[in-house]
C-alpha cells in the first residue's frame, strides 16, 4: 500500500486549525498511525488505530478516517507543534507516507 | 519505562555487511504481541519500513530489499539485530528500531547514523 501525504508543506499560524492529510492507495482498514517528527529526533507516535490518542499526547491532537482518506488535526496550533508529521499503515504489510512539514507562518 | 538504543560501525565501505543490535528494556520480546522493527531515513527525507520480529520469531522483510535484509533476536539478552548485505552509498542513513506494541511502534530509539563510503 502506497500513502500519499499532502500537503508536503505546511505554513500556520499559532492558535490555527491545521489538517493534514493521508491517502492510501488501497483500503486501510483504519490501521493507520501518525507520527511526530521534530528536528533532529526519532518520529514519536501521536495516533493509532486512525483515533485512538497515544499516552501523554495532547488532547489538540486529533485523528479521523475510513477507507483510503485520514486525517491528522491540531485544533490549536502551538510553536512546539514545528514538526515533520508522517502517517504509517498497518493494515496490508508496512509503508510510511512522504511527510508534512508544518511550520510557523 | 521502555527504552531502545541502537550501535553499529558508523561507516563501513561498498560491499560490505552492515551489523546492527538493537539493546531494549522495559518490556520482553517473548510476550504475546510483541514485536521489533527497522526503519531507516536518510538525511533530510522520509521513513522507510525495513524489516519486523515478532515475539514468536515470525519475520516480515521490505519485498524491495529482501533478498539483503537479515532480522533476528536473542530474548535472554533483550536484544534485536539486523543485517544488510553488500551495502552501497544509497543505504547511507539513520537507523532506528521500535518497539511494536498492538501492531504499531510506539517507542523507538535515538537512531544510529551510517555511512557507507569507500
Known amino acids: 500500500i502506497q500513502l500519499t501525504q499532502s500537503p508536503s508543506l505546511l505554513s500556520a499560524s499559532v492558535g490555527d486549525r491545521v489538517t493534514l492529510s493521508c491517502e492510501g492507495s488501497?483500503?486501510?482498514?483504519?490501521?493507520l498511525a501518525w507520527y511526530q517528527q521534530k528536528l533532529g529526533e526519532a518520529p514519536k507516535l501521536l495516533i493509532f488505530?486512525?483515533?485512538s490518542l497515544q499516552t501523554g499526547i495532547p488532547s489538540r491532537f486529533s485523528g479521523s478516517g475510513s477507507g483510503t482518506d485520514y486525517t491528522l488535526t491540531i485544533s490549536s496550533l502551538q510553536p512546539e507543534d514545528v514538526a515533520t508529521y508522517f502517517c504509517?499503515?498497518?493494515?496490508?504489510?508496512?509503508?510510511f507516507g512522504g511527510g508534512t512539514k508544518l511550520e510557523l507562518k | 519505562q521502555v527504552t531502545l538504543k541502537e550501535s553499529g560501525p558508523g561507516i563501513l565501505q561498498p560491499s560490505q555487511t552492515l551489523s546492527l543490535t538493537c539493546t531494549f528494556s522495559?518490556?520482553?520480546?517473548?510476550?504475546?504481541?510483541?514485536?521489533v522493527g527497522w526503519i531507516r531515513q536518510p538525511s533530510g527525507k522520509g521513513l522507510e519500513w525495513l524489516a519486523n520480529i515478532w515475539w514468536d520469531d515470525d519475520k516480515y522483510y521490505n519485498p524491495s530489499l529482501k533478498n539483503r535484509l537479515t532480522i533476528s533476536k536473542d530474548t535472554s539478552t533483550s536484544q534485536a539485530f539486523f543485517k544488510i548485505s553488500t551495502v552501497d552509498t544509497t543505504d547511507t542513513a539513520t537507523y532506528y528500531c521500535?518497539?511494536?506494541?498492538?501492531?504499531?511502534?510506539?517507542?523507538w530509539g535515538q537512531g544510529a547514523s551510517v555511512t557507507v563510503s569507500s
Open positions: 488501497q483500503n486501510i482498514n483504519n490501521y
Open positions: 522495559g518490556f520482553s520480546l517473548s510476550t504475546y504481541g510483541m514485536g
Open positions: 504509517y499503515q498497518y493494515n496490508n504489510g508496512w509503508t
Open positions: 521500535a518497539r511494536i506494541s498492538r501492531d504499531v511502534m510506539d517507542a
Open positions: 488505530n486512525t483515533n
